[in-house]
Structures are given as structure tokens and as C-alpha cells.
């Protein structure tokens, strides 16, 4: 069974998307708990709507980093979280945790990596990037997560037009609508093998 803990920074509809994909398809995973940065998250209103189990951790209520991570992974093993999925988490994974969770940590980019990857992309400055490079295609890529950037090995991708008019803001709700379907279709692919 995965027992998936999910990271997230900000609205939680990547979260809101693989919750009811997992009830209705009935996928061998639960989300055992929800860690957020940021305290006024939507994802985790979204969590205490669902009755999961939500924190919000942040290195800013830690002197020493190490008490943070050590906070992270304490978390984690109490809740029996086995695999972690960054669902719009704006933070660098520590390498502490990524060592403790080898191949176990996957992250969905709203883009077609390895383009449009890095440092300084995420969110809407992805697709205003795209829109500016006048791209033809672009949509979300789910991949593993290492110690740089959107660097991991990518997991499965899937694809959207751009169409000329588009804006970073149209684009942005079309690559949303792939996202929550690629995500929960790539933790069915994890809960089969697992
Ligand atoms: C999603 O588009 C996700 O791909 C992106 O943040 C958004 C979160 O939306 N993640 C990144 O940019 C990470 N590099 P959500 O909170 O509604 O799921």
C-alpha cells in the first residue's frame, strides 16, 4: 500500500485532484498526511475538509536546519508516510529526506521538462516563459525528485497545443486540467508495483 505524504505550498488542486482519483478509481494509495511551508495554504483548509491529517512546517520556525528536517522526517515515519509526492511545493527537497525516501519522491512540474526547468521555474513564471518563447506544445511532466532542480528522471508526461492566443494565465488552466489527470494516473502505475 502507498502511503503518500503530500508537500505543497500553495491552492492544493493537484492535491484535491489525486484524493478523489483515488476514492473513485479506487488506487491502492492513501494520503496519510499533507506538510505545507505556508500557513495560509489552501491545501491544507483543503486536508481538514478531508479529514487527512495537515502540518504546516516551515524552516522559518527552526534556529537549526537540522531540526527541521529532523521535524520532517519524524513526521513522516509517525503517519507511516512510504512515498512523498510535491504537489506545488515551492521548496527545495533536502537531501537528508531524499536519502531517507530513495526513489520514493516524485514532483509534477507545469511544463514539458527539460524544458522550461530550474531554479526560479515554477508556477505562472513557467508558462509566461513559454508564452514568450511563442511555443507550439507544453503541458506537465511528473518526474523524480534529486538534489537539483526538475533534474530527476522523468516519470511520464503529458501534452497540451498552445494556441496563439493563449495567455500565461489560459495556459496555466490548460496545463492544470492535464496535471490532475497525469498525477493520479502515475501514483496508479506506483500502487500497481508497489
Ligand atoms: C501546479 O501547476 C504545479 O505543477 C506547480 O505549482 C502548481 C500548484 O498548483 N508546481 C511547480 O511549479 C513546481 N516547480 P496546485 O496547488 O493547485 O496543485
Known amino acids: 500500500m502507498l502511503n ?3 508537500f505543497a505550498s500553495g491552492r492544493g488542486s ?9 476514492g ?5 494509495a492513501k494520503i496519510v498526511l499533507v506538510i505545507s511551508n505556508n500557513s495560509s495554504s ?6 481538514h475538509t478531508f479529514n487527512i491529517p495537515a502540518f504546516h512546517i516551515s524552516q522559518r520556525q527552526f534556529s537549526d536546519p537540522n531540526l527541521f528536517q529532523q521535524k520532517i522526517l519524524e513526521t513522516l515515519t509517525s503517519f507511516n508516510a512510504n512515498f512523498i509526492v510535491l504537489a506545488g511545493y515551492m521548496k527545495k527537497m533536502d537531501p537528508v529526506i531524499i536519502r531517507a525516501f530513495p526513489d520514493r519522491i516524485i514532483n509534477i512540474h507545469p511544463a514539458l521538462l527539460p524544458k522550461y526547468g530550474g531554479e526560479g ?3 505562472m513564471n513557467v508558462h509566461k ?5 511563442k511555443e507550439k506544445e507544453s503541458g506537465a511532466t511528473v518526474h523524480f525528485v534529486n538534489e537539483e532542480y526538475d533534474n530527476g ?19 496555466a488552466a490548460k496545463v492544470l486540467t492535464v496535471e490532475h489527470e497525469l498525477l ?11
Do not use: C, H, W
Not at 24 to 28: G, L, V
Not at 42 to 47: D, H, K, P, W
Not at 153 to 171: H, M, P, R, Y
Open 14 to 22: 493537484n492535491f484535491e485532484a489525486l484524493y478523489r482519483a483515488i
Open 42 to 47: 489552501g491545501i491544507l483548509s483543503l486536508a
Open 24 to 28: 473513485k478509481e479506487k488506487i491502492q
Open 121 to 123: 521555474m515554477y508556477g
Open 184 to 194: 493520479p494516473s502515475i501514483i496508479k502505475l506506483f500502487s500497481e508495483k508497489n
Open 4 to 6: 503518500i505524504a503530500v
Open 129 to 133: 516563459a513559454v508564452i514568450a518563447a
Open 153 to 171: 528522471a522523468i516519470i511520464g508526461q503529458k501534452k497540451i497545443i498552445v494556441d496563439s492566443n493563449d495567455t500565461a494565465e489560459s495556459l
